[in-house]
């Protein structure tokens, strides 16, 4: 053992963490104790000398050329020399941006969303961060809600395939590597459920809706080895989240037993004093500790506060000790007392071929084509015009979409550029945005944008959502494509052109007035650096469409919340709505849940997405009729390819038990599989489900599994499909 490790027995990478940790908890005194509980935002005053007095665990958002000095500071000044931790957020890309998380969920495909984070933590490990503040794997149902973006849509059995995919991705096979990086799992929990979509508003969610729908996402990334947890900004049922104590500590620590860290989201500590939890900063810092929160982001009522309240009620000193565990055991998990300065050791990798071949990749698989009149994929001859119009053609910040802090729009290639680089001279390219921005009411430009439609074969139209429309603190009361992007695709169709409709958006939008005027809508979503030739390979039909959607497309604001996963009810909804009949008000009218000026169905529904191809399904096989509860549930089923081009459709596994102690789903996503067929190709698809996939928890936390009769559909989205019957007994 050398001279250090005598000295500091913890530095002996050979000793079992858990050791470790205990070995450097009894070296520290209780002010180092509270220091490693702060996360400082990187522009704070006082950071050097506070980081040298050992009052700063961690540090987010600072500069790439401060690091090395801050760390430097922390392992050389200080008197115990504990690494800090850089926490950035990393939410889709580094410097090479893929398609935001929603639109990555289109995709369905769990190892590209790893292969995804796992270039993300290749490139923030290269330039100083630890730990990045992702997966965001709230459940969302409604599309009003700004972070909708951020999240992988309304499905928790998607949400949990892909949050742990991420995680697997930041972490890597060894999360001491030098190109991992510590994944978050955010934000914990129920944050999704804001009344009215509005952002940081209250959720109430009844404990059984919590656990079947909000917490299953959490709990796979927890399975999946995810290091830290983030509390949320919500009141949950009338307690905030990161002063909850049933959350994180009786069902994180007690229940799943998580030894990871707990940070708060930026000031949420602080903010209990808003909601009207918390008297006072004190009382923020005490509440905060006792519910669990391990490190304290960017507000400092641990830092002013837990000193006097340990000297005030030292039995305190149990629950800190505890938090300083958690915080070192994230520490020593990645390395950082062998390698505080790990970055030095990441190959420079920003941008590079294969980071960039792989969003280009993530951006074609999650475009979604929602219709095609025959018009894609486009074969256009030498001398074709194409009219390029919308303001979202050649806006390379917005593509990029939110969350973006070190991507640049320089490197991003938009769809316009793209279709110049691929046609040269060979096509007329006529280009009008026709809009400056997409929420533009400046109808100007229509006159050019109308123009270059009349001198061009065919219209590729480019609408959607400045990329500031959503992400955090930015929801929308109203969903349609805003400014007069509809007035603009109108003017267009006025043409009689064919016209392409391409959306760029962070959420889905209500399309029923575009949907009239185009003959083929292909969703985007924000699609990232490679947007362009992600977009102009799918157009060329260098691929088919794949995508299938995340989450359901609302007909009209008055639907939301909507999604597939509902309940029956005990009136359920006709599909097919009766108009209001003249006459006296007696007139009978459908008495079901349905509404009596608007369409009940979403315009496009959950796991919906169509391909230049088609595809037959046959009817789903089961194994048995009779399933034990300890057994698998094992079905089968024929796809076939029977259109002409090679295509991949996303086979989705539905379940609906038809009789429990609480109403179930009409339909839950339980499994889906990608299959790539060429055309004319058929092929066996067969799911083995373990019948515990069936249980369901009620509203004491108790996992029910409970025999009866159960329908199966095994479709092309969570609308179609005939389902077969089976038994679950004992
Ligand atoms: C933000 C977000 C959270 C993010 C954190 C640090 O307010 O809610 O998701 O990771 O602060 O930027």
């Not at 086979?651 to 299959?675: H, I, M, N």
Request: proline fraction near 7%; aromatic fraction near 8%; hydrophobic fraction near 40%.
């Amino acid at each position: 053992m050398n001279h250090q490790t005598a000295e500091k027995p913890w530095l002996n990478s050979e000793t079992p963490i858990a050791q470790r940790v205990e070995l450097l908890l009894n070296a520290m005194g209780p002010e180092e104790k509270i220091g490693q509980m702060w996360q400082v935002a990187g522009d704070l005053k006082d950071r050097d000398q506070l980081i040298k007095d050992g009052k700063i665990g961690s540090i987010l958002n600072l500069g790439f050329e401060h690091i090395t000095e801050a760390q430097k500071i922390a392992v050389y000044q200080t008197r115990l020399g504990i690494p800090l931790i850089i926490g950035r957020d990393v939410i889709h890309g580094f410097r090479t941006i893929f398609p935001i998380p929603l639109g990555q969920a289109a995709t369905f495909n769990p190892d590209l969303v790893r292969q995804g984070s796992r270039v993300a933590a290749r490139e923030a490990s290269s330039q100083g961060i630890h730990w990045t503040f992702a997966p965001m794997v709230d459940i969302c149902r409604d599309p009003r809600w700004g972070r909708i973006a951020e999240s992988y849509g309304e499905d928790p059995y998607l949400a949990s395939v892909l949050g742990a995919a991420s995680v697997a991705g930041f972490q890597g096979e060894d999360p001491r590597a030098a190109d991992s990086i510590a994944a978050c799992a955010k934000h914990f929990a129920g944050y999704g459920a804001a009344e009215g979509g509005r952002d940081y508003n209250t959720t109430l969610i009844p404990e059984s809706e919590l656990r079947n729908v909000y917490l299953p996402p959490f709990k796979a990334c927890l399975d999946a080895g995810c290091l830290t947890f983030m509390s949320g900004f919500n009141d949950l049922n009338g307690v905030p989240a990161t002063g909850h104590r049933f959350l994180l500590t009786d069902i994180l620590r007690t229940e799943w037993g998580f030894p990871g860290c707990v940070v708060s989201d930026w000031a949420s500590v602080e903010e209990m004093i808003n909601h009207g939890f918390a008297a006072d900063t004190q009382a923020a810092a005490s509440l905060a500790l006792q519910a669990g929160v391990d490190m304290e982001m960017a507000s400092a009522t641990y830092h002013h506060h837990l000193p006097k309240l340990l000297q005030d009620h030292p039995t305190l000193s149990e629950k800190i000790d505890q938090a300083v565990r958690h915080v070192l055991h994230l520490k020593f998990s990645l390395g950082l007392f062998e390698d505080p300065f790990s970055w030095e050791k990441v190959t420079d990798s920003l941008l590079c071929s294969s980071h960039l071949q792989l969003a280009k990749q993530a951006a074609t698989e999650s475009c979604v084509l929602l219709k095609n009149e025959g018009v894609l994929p486009l074969q256009p001859s030498p001398g074709t015009s194409l009219a390029v119009v919308g303001p979202l053609a050649d806006a390379p910040a917005e593509q990029i979409g939110c969350w973006v802090f070190d991507g640049l729009s320089q490197d991003a290639i938009t769809p316009l550029r793209a279709l110049q680089q691929t046609f040269g001279d060979s096509c007329q390219i006529n280009y009008a945005p026709g809009l400056e921005t997409s929420r533009s009411t400046d109808t100007r430009g229509f006159t050019r944008a109308i123009q270059a439609a009349e001198n061009s074969d065919l219209v590729l139209c480019f609408l959607g959502e400045e990329a500031i429309l959503s992400g955090e603190a930015h929801s929308r009361a109203f969903l349609n494509p805003p400014g007069a992007q509809e007035e603009l695709l109108a003017a267009l169709a006025e043409t009689g052109k064919p016209i392409v409709l391409i959306i760029m958006a962070g959420r889905p939008l209500l399309l029923s007035k575009v949907l009239p005027h185009c003959q083929t809508l292909l969703y985007a979503w924000h699609p990232g650096t490679m947007g362009g030739p992600a977009i102009v390979d799918l157009l060329l039909g260098r691929f088919s469409p794949s995508g299938k959607l995340p989450v359901s497309f609302p007909s009209t604001e008055g639907q939301i919340p909507v999604y597939y996963n509902k309940r029956n009810t005990g009136r359920p909804p006709r599909d097919v709505q009766r108009g209001i009949p003249e006459g006296t008000p007696l007139d009978p009218v459908d008495f079901c849940a349905n509404y009596i000026d608007s369409e009940h169905l979403p315009l496009f529904p959950f796991g919906f997405g169509l391909s230049y191809s088609s595809f037959e399904l046959g009817q789903p096989v089961l194994e048995s009729q009779t399933i034990h509860c300890e057994d698998q549930l094992k079905v089968c089923i024929q796809i076939s390819n029977t259109g002409e081009f090679a295509a991949t459709e996303v086979v989705q596994l539905y379940l609906r038990d038809l009789a429990a102690s609480l109403t179930r789903p009409v339909r839950e996503l339980k499994g889906f599989q990608r299959v790539t067929l060429q055309p004319g190709e058929s092929r066996a698809v067969t799911f083995a489900l373990p019948a515990r996939q069936l249980a369901f928890y009620d509203g004491s936390g108790n996992h029910l599994l409970e025999p009866g009769e159960f329908d199966l559909w095994v479709s092309s989205d969570s609308k179609s499909g005939q389902p077969v019957r089976f038994r679950l007994v004992q």
